[in-house]
């Protein structure tokens, strides 16, 4: 009954550890399922935003190497077209200079009108070449510039002069004040792209900051969704392995305890009869038959050779 006993306070023990046991990992799998659901949408989430991030980025850098070709293009134009403006300035400066020299030296008549003219149709020849072909010129103006450039007489050289000496400077005020206004569009276009390419750096270093944060953040959330998952994993296979320790536990005790009822039982019946039969045997009835039963056989001729001698009936009653 002892070793029983015992047996029985290992079974009670050991389930009702195991039985907590198993509450215990079902709600620490509720808690780490939860976690696991919460990092995953974590990471999706920050997946996401890392995306966005990157077409940002790329979007950026793509419209500060558009707007720079687009300025450096712009610019080169810009060149081009101021060193012409200022070729032909120079040309215009020069040939304007001639004629006003000229103009003096033509009044002195003879060789040195000629030499003037000369000087003075040379260079306004030069100053027309060097107009940019994208400048036209009026026709009047045109026509003017063409007379003088034609051979004629001395006399018409002076009047002529002086009309070529002013489609020249209007000329030379026109490109010089064109030059001014490009210069400054140039400026401005320069200061706008200046401020343009300012912001998207601030922006792109501002993405790429960004990035770099939820990067970390994913990772993170990576490494702690990983070491959950295999707590998830280890707790799950010891409450399984737990669960079959508890059926195989339970079964076997339960076994035991319907074995060890059913051996009671039977003890409780054979001590039953036992005491039955010693109620029968020590009883009134049973001592009178006994002793009538004796004396029969001395009367029918029993042997005598195994009397002891003594009364056995005292022995009867005390079974």
């Known amino acids: 009954q002892k070793v029983y006993d015992k047996y029985a306070c290992w079974c009670e023990k050991t389930t009702a550890r195991k039985a907590a046991a198993i509450t215990d990992a079902q709600e620490a799998l509720r808690a780490y399922g939860q976690t696991i659901l919460s990092l995953k949408g974590k990471v999706a989430m920050l997946s996401s935003e890392i995306e966005a991030l990157a077409e940002g980025i790329e979007a950026n850098k793509a419209a500060q190497e558009e707007a720079t070709a687009i300025r450096q293009k712009e610019n080169a134009a810009y060149m081009a077209e101021t060193t012409e403006t200022k070729t032909a300035l ?18 002195k008549g003879g060789a040195a009108l000629l030499q003037a003219k000369a000087r003075a149709t040379s260079a306004v020849r030069s100053a027309i070449a060097t107009i940019p072909g994208s400048s036209g010129i009026a026709a009047d103006k045109a026509a003017a510039l063409a007379a003088f450039l034609e051979e004629g007489s001395e006399s018409r050289y002076s009047p002529q002069s002086f009309t070529v000496q002013g489609i020249l400077q209007d000329m030379y005020d026109t490109f010089a004040s064109d030059l001014e206004s490009a210069t400054r569009d140039e400026a401005t276009a320069n200061m706008r792209f200046e401020e343009l390419i300012a912001v998207k750096t601030v922006e792109l270093k501002d993405m790429e900051a960004e990035k770099e944060k939820k990067e970390a953040e994913k990772a993170e959330a990576e490494s702690r969704l990983a070491d959950t998952q295999q707590m998830y994993d280890d707790t799950a296979a010891q409450k399984e392995a737990d669960v079959v320790f508890f059926d195989e536990t339970k079964a ?25 039969a010693l109620e029968i045997l020590t009883s009134d009835e049973a001592r009178e038959l006994f002793a009538s039963s004796i004396k029969a056989g001395k009367e029918v001729g029993a042997s005598d050779a195994y009397d002891t001698g003594r009364d056995i009936t005292p022995s009867f009653m005390q079974i």
């Open 90 to 107: 120079a040309a215009l400066e020069k040939a304007i200079t001639v004629l006003v020299a000229g103009t003096s030296e033509a009044k």
């Open 252 to 276: 076997a005790c339960e076994a035991k305890h319907e074995e060890w009822t059913l051996r009671s039982s039977l003890r409780e019946e054979e001590i039953a009869g036992i005491v039955k």
